[in-house]
């Protein structure tokens, strides 16, 4: 089992549409949890983080955890043309260093 | 503030080949990555300097992948001799310190034939 799970999508929605984009963990000892964003030939940039159960705001983006689930979703309201990029769950190795473990991340397309 | 350097932005060669990439952190960065990410696949970590010392390299392929940060800014990946499934975009990434927003650079995409 791999230790983030994320559906590789592609995944695509109307303009103005709420997109869930998810990933599941199997280590109860994470602790954080972040979302990259990543546009086609660029690297990834962080979008949003969070480090306790419950949902976490920043504008039109959502990200919420849930630690009895190992469940983790970033929701995105009101879905932008110049929202269609891959969306990464990262989330820290616990076990000493600050690796990031990602999931395959999940390929959004907004069309107009 | 200038953002994660990297060149070249693409590399072609033949398998057996050997290649090298170059990095340039945001300017007073200590702790500096290096990403491995497959086409379709997240990415994965291939070795972590603090300065000029290593922290992690468990996942460097080190028959192959060698890595330096000699003066503790810039630094250079190496594969040699490459194959077919080096194939992939190579990130490289820095934070001011330890525990801290990673800042990736765009990346150099390999292609190995």
């Known amino acids: 089992q791999k230790e983030v799970e994320q559906d590789p999508g592609p995944l695509s929605v109307p303009e103005g549409a709420i997109v869930s984009l998810n990933c599941t963990y199997s280590?109860?000892?994470?602790?954080?949890f972040m979302w990259y964003r990543q546009y086609s030939r660029k690297g990834p940039e962080l979008l949003m983080y969070t480090y306790s159960s419950g949902n976490k705001e920043d504008g039109r983006f959502t990200a919420q955890v849930d630690k009895s689930s190992k469940y983790i979703s970033l929701f995105i309201r009101d879905s932008q043309p110049s929202d269609s990029a891959t969306y990464l769950c990262?989330?820290?190795?616990?076990?000493?260093?600050?690796?990031?473990?990602f999931g395959t991340g999940t390929r959004l397309q907004v069309f107009p | 503030e200038a953002g994660v350097a990297q060149s070249p932005r693409y590399k072609i060669i033949e398998k057996r080949q050997s290649v090298a990439f170059w990095c340039n952190p945001i300017s007073g960065h200590a702790t500096l990555y290096w990403y491995q990410q497959i086409l379709g696949q997240g990415p994965k970590l291939l070795i972590q300097f603090q300065n000029n010392g290593v922290v992690d390299d468990s996942q460097l392929p080190k028959d192959r992948f060698s890595a330096e940060r000699l003066k503790g800014v810039d630094s250079t990946l190496k594969i040699q001799p490459a194959k077919l499934e080096d194939s992939a975009v190579y990130l490289c990434a820095s934070s001011l310190t330890l525990k801290e927003t990673q800042y990736f650079g765009p990346g150099t995409r390999l292609l190995v034939l």
């Open positions: 280590n109860s000892a994470f602790q954080y």
């Open positions: 990262a989330i820290p190795d616990p076990n000493g260093t600050d690796k990031l473990i």
